[in-house]
Structure formats: structure tokens, C-alpha cells
């Protein structure tokens, strides 16, 4: 699966646009994507994560959730950048959560939106 | 105590249902809330991501890290003898008797016919001896 606006992007700016193969999809990794969306009130920024074997599944996992979670269509998402990071810099707390799966962390506090 | 078989690292599952049904698959990493990073290398099952929902725990769990390459699973899978191990348990033995059956010509439901009623016949008899003996004794 293409990055779909990635493509907006790489097209006007004359980058490379094909499909993103991944090095090593047998391995779980946590995604941070940086994105831009319109809303129906305004656009805003959002940095959002996601654990899966490849880029492409991320950035699906990604367009699905803007879908279900702000209600926003593809054509509204411009992902900015997608960047593989280490499990200790994850912020989210469903992402954190699954990569202490061996050392099970819970945590008594309410999660930190504001990064 | 309401749960005894765990998603863990090393846990082996039984497909029930997709492309690969029918056979046995070890969780080698969890990818989130949904799906595991899943590796069937003496199943034919190719690691893959596989969604809980078509996986059915067994009581069978092997030791090898997360994200562990396919040869230690490998290894970890032939050390336990997880294939003979499971040809033995009865859940294995209920789905082969359920494929037989589901195999059955009509010859074959003639002759279980036939083993029933001779096996009902013995049971019956041994029955009746027994009631026999209990009224004349009382």
C-alpha cells in the first residue's frame, strides 16, 4: 500500500514516490506519526502511535483510526512523517503498555496528553 | 483463577479458522491488542501476523525470547515434541474422530450401525443379570 499523501507531496516536491518496502517485516515495531489534518471546525497537528510489522500497516492502522476516532477521511490526512522509534521513547500509554509486555507495567495514573 | 491458558511468548495455539486452519502455531510476539506475531516452523505456517480471535490457546507453552528467529522456535518446538504431544491429547483426537466421522460412507455408517447394536445388545444383557439378581434377592 502507497502512502497516499505522501504521494501529494513527493509529486510536487519531485521526491521518490513508489511503494515503501520494508526491511524486516517478521519483527514488531512502535510507529510515531506526525500528521496534519483538517477537521471540520479547523486543521491540526497530531503525533499519534502505532505497533505493527510495517510501515504501510502503520500508516492503514493510522488513516483507520483518524477515521474512527476524529471522523476524518483520507483525503483530509496528510501524513507529515512516519519514524520507527524505540520502545523506551513511546509516549502513549497503549503502545507502552504492550511493548512491557514481558515486564508487565500497570500504571494508577491518568495518562499525559500533552507531550 | 478463571483463566489458566495465558497469551505469552511461547504459547502454542491452534488455528480454527482462515487459511491456515487446522494447524498449530506458537506466539512469538505480541503486536497489539488484537494480533501477535505468530510461527508454525514445524506446522507449515509461515510467521505471520495472526489475529487472536482465530487462535485457540493449548496447554502447551515453550520457551524461547520474543522475537526469536524461526530456528529457535524450531528448536524450542522439537525439544517439547509439541507435534506427538499433541496427536495425544484428547482435543486432537476429538477433531480427528469428528473428520472421520465427517468421512463416513455408507458402508462405514452400516458397520458403526451394527457395532452399536451388538455393543448395546451385551450391555443390556449384562443389565438385565444384574436387575434379575437384585429382584430375587429382595
Redesign the interface.
Known sequence: MVNLSKHFWYKLLGLYCGQVFEKSS???KNFGIWLRYESRSGTHNMYRE????TTAGAVTQCYRDMGARHRACAHSIQIMKVEEIAASQCCRP?VKV?RC??KPRFTTQRPNTFF | MVFKRYVE?GRVAYISFGPHAGKLVAIV?????NRA?VDGPCSGVR???MPFKCMQLTDFVLKFP??ARQKHVRVAWEKENINEKWTGTRWAKKIEAREKKAKMTDFDRYKVMKAKKMRNRIIKHEVKKLQKQSSKKA
Open positions: 517478521l519483527q514488531v502505532y505497533r505493527d510489522l497503549v504492550l509486555l514481558y | 511468548i510476539d505480541v503486536i497489539d491488542q506475531l510467521r505471520q501476523a520474543h522475537s
